[in-house]
């Protein structure tokens, strides 16, 4: 007899900072690179997730360098968005989720001593959600039983970066350095027995990553080169198991991905073109992640992958500008593929712990409207990334997965 799974999400405030940019989502239903989707109507135009030609105060998280041609003052987005979800188990019914969610965002850039030298402060995104799901098809001593699971996840992103402009060759350089609070929480029961409490877990990790880039200005063409450095995630906490007397100690690990990230655009007069090609490095987290329970996990099967992405836009002169963006972000894990156990038994999951699912290769597509009233211009953009993904029988999730994000934003900056 087949078991129903639902999917209840509760969505934490929304909370509005003083920053150069802000989008939240609940990572803990989709996670990237970042755990975020772009934020900022001109880095959605670009249809990435780590835009380097990003004109907004996003590009503190992707390329610091570019900071130096923006405008100081003043920034904001404001928008809607749309997640769903859905999961296919081959003994299990199916699962449908949708989720609506505000957008916001708001920003300042100052100067220092010179209009050589800028700096910013950034916040983006900020997760407060709880997700509950009935029924969830789980392997336990070594067989499919359904559990009713709780994650949570609170998570916070600050960037605060500095960059230098030489205008005698038009090079900029920049450094950024964002701080990263997470705190994640983990409860599972079987459905047959909801009162007795299988697995609790929790963990809590504070983290810096820099990024460091450059942007140079060549004719009417601009190049951009930008690193991400990786980051190894260890959170501490206690885990609680049913058949443990007491808790014991976490051992949660988790990896973000080194990223070298670039661009070029030229400017034809009327039409300008952009292309991204971001490398991602995968591969070098293999023997690092582990998820509180297999305490020695022997390798994750994660691999380099490239991300690629084109922009085209049109300057229609007093309609504004319209621009097209599309872009092919491809998954550093493979099929669900996660890790090998103690007993070097493969286990396949989507992703890092339950909720989170970020195997999921996805096509982003991207349109924006461009308009400047008196010193500010106004950007409306329509984002969508979307995504499937297949894992075979024999793991712990087996099944069909999809997953759809649609925004809807509008944003504000000074344009002269």
Same mark, same amino acid.
């Given at each position: 007899?087949?078991?129903?799974?639902?999917?209840?999400?509760?969505?934490?405030?929304?909370?509005?900072?003083?920053?150069?940019?802000?989008?939240?989502?609940?990572?803990?239903?989709?996670?990237?690179?970042?755990?975020?989707?772009?934020?900022?109507?001109?880095?959605?135009?670009?249809?990435?997730?780590?835009?380097?030609?990003?004109?907004?105060?996003?590009?503190?998280? =992707?390329?610091?360098?570019?900071?130096?041609?923006?405008?100081?003052?003043?920034?904001?987005? +404001?928008?809607?968005?749309?997640?769903?979800?859905?999961?296919?188990?081959?003994?299990?019914?199916?699962? /449908?989720?949708?989720?609506?969610?505000?957008?916001?965002?708001?920003?300042?850039?100052?100067?220092?001593?010179?209009?050589?030298?800028?700096?910013?402060?950034?916040?983006?995104?900020?997760?407060?959600? @709880?997700?509950?799901?009935?029924?969830?098809?789980?392997?336990?001593?070594? *067989?499919?039983?359904?559990?009713?699971?709780?994650?949570?996840?609170?998570?916070?992103?600050?960037? +605060?970066?500095?960059? =230098?402009?030489?205008?005698?060759?038009?090079?900029?350089?920049?450094?950024?350095?964002?701080?990263?609070?997470?705190? /994640?929480?983990?409860?599972?029961?079987?459905?047959? *027995?909801?009162?007795?409490?299988?697995? @609790?877990?929790?963990?809590?990790?504070?983290?810096?990553?820099?990024? $460091?880039?450059?942007?140079?200005?060549?004719?009417?063409?601009?190049?951009?080169?930008?690193?991400?450095?990786?980051?190894?995630?260890?959170?501490?906490?206690?885990?609680?198991?049913?058949?443990?007397?007491?808790?014991?100690?976490?051992?949660?690990?988790?990896?973000?991905?080194?990223?070298?990230?670039?661009?070029?655009?030229?400017?034809?007069?009327?039409?300008?073109?952009?292309?991204?090609? *971001?490398?991602?490095?995968?591969?070098?987290?293999?023997? !690092?992640?582990? @998820?509180?329970? *297999? /305490?020695?996990?022997?390798?994750?099967?994660?691999?380099?992958?490239?991300?690629?992405?084109?922009?085209?836009? =049109?300057?229609?002169?007093?309609?504004?500008?319209?621009? +097209?963006?599309?872009?092919?972000?491809?998954?550093?894990?493979?099929?669900?593929?996660?890790?090998?156990?103690? @007993?070097? !038994?493969?286990?396949?999951? !989507?992703?890092?712990?339950?909720?989170?699912?970020?195997?999921?290769?996805?096509?982003?597509?991207?349109?924006?409207?461009?308009?400047?009233?008196?010193?500010?211009? $106004?950007?409306?953009?329509?984002?969508?990334?979307?995504?499937?993904?297949?894992?075979?029988?024999?793991?712990?999730?087996?099944?069909?997965?999809? !997953?759809?994000?649609?925004?809807?934003?509008?944003?504000?900056?000074?344009?002269?």
């Amino acid at each position: 007899m087949n078991s129903k799974i639902f999917f209840l999400a509760k969505v934490g405030p929304w909370m509005l900072f003083p920053s150069l940019g802000l989008a939240s989502l609940s990572s803990n239903v989709y996670a990237n690179i970042l755990g975020m989707f772009p934020g900022g109507a001109g880095c959605k135009s670009a249809a990435m997730e780590t835009a380097g030609d990003c004109l907004e105060g996003q590009t503190l998280f =992707y390329n610091p360098a570019v900071m130096s041609r923006i405008q100081p003052g003043f920034s904001g987005e +404001l928008g809607v968005a749309r997640l769903e979800y859905g999961y296919e188990h081959p003994a299990f019914d199916p699962v /449908r989720f949708s989720l609506m969610t505000p957008m916001f965002s708001e920003g300042w850039k100052g100067l220092l001593l010179s209009d050589q030298l800028a700096w910013g402060f950034a916040v983006m995104p900020s997760s407060s959600a @709880d997700l509950d799901i009935k029924g969830l098809p789980r392997r336990v001593d070594g *067989n499919p039983e359904a559990l009713n699971v709780k994650a949570a996840k609170k998570q916070f992103h600050f960037a +605060l970066g500095a960059s =230098y402009l030489w205008p005698q060759i038009n090079l900029a350089t920049g450094l950024s350095l964002i701080y990263t609070y997470d705190h /994640r929480s983990l409860r599972g029961a079987a459905v047959t *027995n909801p009162a007795t409490i299988l697995v @609790d877990m929790k963990g809590t990790g504070n983290f810096v990553r820099p990024v $460091t880039g450059l942007s140079w200005l060549r004719d009417s063409n601009t190049f951009g080169l930008a690193y991400m450095f990786p980051l190894t995630k260890a959170f501490s906490g206690k885990t609680k198991l049913a058949t443990e007397s007491t808790p014991f100690k976490t051992e949660q690990v988790d990896y973000d991905p080194g990223v070298l990230l670039t661009n070029v655009k030229t400017n034809l007069g009327a039409v300008e073109l952009s292309g991204n090609v *971001n490398r991602v490095f995968g591969a070098k987290g293999r023997g !690092i992640h582990r @998820d509180g329970l *297999n /305490r020695r996990t022997r390798e994750a099967d994660l691999h380099d992958v490239n991300h690629v992405g084109a922009r085209a836009s =049109y300057n229609a002169g007093a309609y504004g500008t319209f621009a +097209l963006g599309a872009a092919y972000l491809d998954s550093y894990w493979s099929d669900g593929f996660y890790y090998k156990d103690n @007993d070097g !038994i493969p286990h396949h999951e !989507i992703g890092h712990l339950f909720g989170q699912f970020n195997a999921i290769p996805v096509r982003n597509q991207a349109f924006m409207w461009q308009k400047t009233f008196n010193e500010w211009e $106004t950007n409306t953009a329509m984002f969508r990334s979307a995504g499937t993904t297949s894992v075979g029988s024999g793991g712990d999730n087996p099944g069909y997965y999809q !997953i759809e994000f649609v925004s809807l934003t509008c944003s504000v900056r000074r344009a002269i």
